[in-house]
């Protein structure tokens, strides 16, 4: 689709997301925080502010390597002063230490890592968001309740962990004051194992961070909440060399989510493919912003088309199927 007629279609997404998912006001101050790749995206969140009548700034900076890595500090102190921070970013922000001290000065944060012009006006983006917001709410609230976690998968999969007393979110593309944090493409409810719970086997076969769409599975395998050994073909490959060059932590199981929203589709972008009705992603390195305890320089997301994951004894998602009955009041 044209340049010029993409912005044109991104106005109503970024007015939406602007006015109704973050609720920006007049009298805020907004910062919209990019990169060069993805500044599109950023300028008609910039325009959707300022129409509002916000005092907006928009910050450029350099590309990071790698999900999960901190922003220039200049940026981090942007974060924490400004009212409203939006985060239209290639890598994401969310798993950072940055995000969590605006998010103690009480700025309301807007991620959109990793999405495109595209991605703005057609899939994940044109679901029905006050459903999207019941089912996600419902899903997160059994989630809260669990005990364990088991997720299997025609493909290898199975693995077991502990939830008990970790509360799951509910990420609907709204912000809620008790994250600090709204995400777009909106659909999932994440948590956290229990640091030293998880053992068995995960096999991703959608898409990973840092690399995208796979064309051979990754397997993982856990114990005692570490990934212990990474095997598959040449991106596996690259995933042991990203966990050789980053800090300790790096192979810490660090979230389990589900994902909602059934517009979503699986285009090899983590952003959009992990919020599919139905799969699940687990992610391996920092947990702090989901209310663990383990830091790390990483946050990679890898999604997993068509799991099963029970709840104790209550099967939620079967071959990759979200069981919607259970989230209806």
Same mark, same amino acid.
């Given at each position: +689709? ?8 991104? #106005?109503?997404?970024?007015?939406? #997301? ?5 609720? !920006? ?6 910062? *919209?925080?990019?990169?060069?790749? /993805? ?10 502010? &300022? ?8 910050? #450029? +900076? ?48 807007? #991620? ?7 991605? +703005?006006? =057609? ?6 968001? /006050? ?11 059994? +989630? ?6 088991? !997720?299997?998968?025609? &493909?290898?999969?199975?693995? =077991? ?26 659909? =999932? ?28 599975? %990754? ?7 570490? !990934?212990?050994? !990474? ?20 192979? &810490? ?15 090899? &972008? ?13 992610? %391996? ?20 088309? /068509? ?8 099967? *939620? ?13």
């Amino acid at each position: +689709m044209p340049t010029d007629v993409l912005e044109l279609e991104m #106005i109503d997404t970024s007015k939406a #997301i602007v006015e109704e998912c973050l609720s !920006v006001q007049p009298d805020d101050e907004v910062v *919209v925080i990019t990169d060069p790749r /993805k500044f599109g995206v950023a300028k008609s969140i910039a325009t959707a502010a &300022n129409a509002v009548g916000a005092t907006t700034v928009t910050s #450029i +900076m350099p590309l990071l390597e790698s999900h999960g890595n901190e922003p220039p500090p200049t940026v981090a102190e942007a974060m924490k002063t400004a009212d409203v921070a939006f985060t239209c970013t290639t890598h994401a922000i969310t798993h950072t230490r940055a995000r969590l001290e605006a998010a103690d000065e009480g700025t309301r944060s807007g #991620i959109l890592r990793g999405v495109t012009e595209d991605m +703005m006006v =057609e899939g994940a983006m044109t679901v029905d968001f /006050k459903e999207l917001r019941r089912v996600t709410e419902a899903l997160a609230e059994l +989630m809260t309740d669990a005990s364990r976690a088991h !997720v299997t998968s025609e &493909n290898g999969t199975d693995i =077991e962990f502990s939830i008990e007393g970790t509360q799951a979110h509910s990420l609907d593309g709204y912000y809620h004051e008790e994250y600090g944090f709204a995400t777009l493409p909106p659909g =999932e409810a994440p948590t956290h194992p229990v640091e030293g719970t998880a053992n068995g086997t995960i096999v991703i076969d959608v898409s990973m961070d840092n690399i995208g769409t796979l064309d051979e599975p %990754i397997r993982l395998e856990v114990k005692e909440g570490f !990934v212990t050994e !990474v095997s598959g073909g040449d991106e596996a490959e690259t995933l042991r060399n990203i966990l050789a060059n980053s800090d300790s932590n790096a192979g &810490n199981l660090a979230e389990f989510a589900i994902g909602t929203n059934p517009k979503a589709g699986l285009i090899g &972008n983590t952003a959009e493919d992990k919020k599919r009705a139905g799969t699940m992603h687990f992610a %391996i390195g920092d947990n702090e912003s989901l209310g663990g305890s383990t830091r790390s320089e990483i946050h990679l997301d890898g999604v997993l088309r /068509k799991p099963t994951v029970k709840l104790d004894d209550m099967t *939620v998602v079967k071959d990759g199927v979200l069981d919607t009955d259970l989230l209806t009041d």
